[in-house]
């Protein structure tokens, strides 16, 4: 059941953050860009094909959907009632979560951030948008730490108890 368990885990997390990028992709095309794939400082990165000079409001919508779609898809699944609480559903919403707090801390100045981007069209500030996203990110964990479902997000269950942590095998 453990590595069972795991692979899910880790499916889960992979479609949320394919999710993301998708969302980029998808919604350049919406608002007639041409995305391109490409590296920034061997970083993988999906660039909009719009000039953030000449279309700003497009350039933004560009920019936050990938962590609008996550973010949509963690509502989804905190609201719509299912059966709730299995390994893929975890890495669901932990990628989500993940990706949101890595874009509005250690990922929200780089080159080619999302954050940064929308601070460029000066529709929202990075400050606002850190504050917006953020919260919403708080609100899904809030909820999480309030439903038994989630009870020890990041535990496997083993043998009537739990795991916590990660293990680095070979060490």
Do not use: C
């Given at each position: 059941m453990a590595p069972a368990y795991w692979r899910q885990l880790a499916f889960g997390a992979t479609t949320s953050i394919l999710l993301h990028e998708t969302a980029h992709v998808v919604t350049s095309?919406?608002?007639?860009?041409?995305?391109?794939?490409?590296?920034?400082?061997?970083?993988?990165?999906i660039y909009s094909g719009i000039t953030l000079s000449a279309e700003p409001h497009k350039q933004f919508w560009f920019s936050a959907s990938g962590l609008l779609a996550q973010s949509l898809l963690d509502e989804g699944i905190l609201d719509i009632p299912h059966s709730r609480g299995s390994a893929?559903?975890?890495?669901?919403?932990?990628?989500?979560?993940?990706?949101?707090?890595?874009?509005?801390?250690?990922g929200r100045r780089g080159?080619?951030?999302?954050?940064?981007?929308?601070?460029?069209?000066?529709?929202?500030?990075?400050?606002?948008?850190?504050?917006?996203?953020?919260a919403v990110a708080g609100s899904h964990v809030l909820r999480m730490s309030r439903d038994g479902h989630y009870a020890n997000f990041f535990a496997r269950p083993r043998d009537g108890a739990f795991d916590v942590g990660f293990g680095l095998g070979g060490f």
């Amino acid at each position: 059941m453990a590595p069972a368990y795991w692979r899910q885990l880790a499916f889960g997390a992979t479609t949320s953050i394919l999710l993301h990028e998708t969302a980029h992709v998808v919604t350049s095309l919406a608002v007639g860009g041409h995305p391109t794939f490409g590296f920034d400082r061997l970083r993988p990165t999906i660039y909009s094909g719009i000039t953030l000079s000449a279309e700003p409001h497009k350039q933004f919508w560009f920019s936050a959907s990938g962590l609008l779609a996550q973010s949509l898809l963690d509502e989804g699944i905190l609201d719509i009632p299912h059966s709730r609480g299995s390994a893929f559903e975890r890495g669901l919403l932990g990628g989500g979560i993940g990706t949101t707090l890595f874009y509005l801390t250690i990922g929200r100045r780089g080159s080619v951030s999302d954050v940064e981007y929308m601070a460029r069209t000066r529709v929202l500030t990075a400050t606002q948008v850190t504050l917006l996203f953020g919260a919403v990110a708080g609100s899904h964990v809030l909820r999480m730490s309030r439903d038994g479902h989630y009870a020890n997000f990041f535990a496997r269950p083993r043998d009537g108890a739990f795991d916590v942590g990660f293990g680095l095998g070979g060490f």
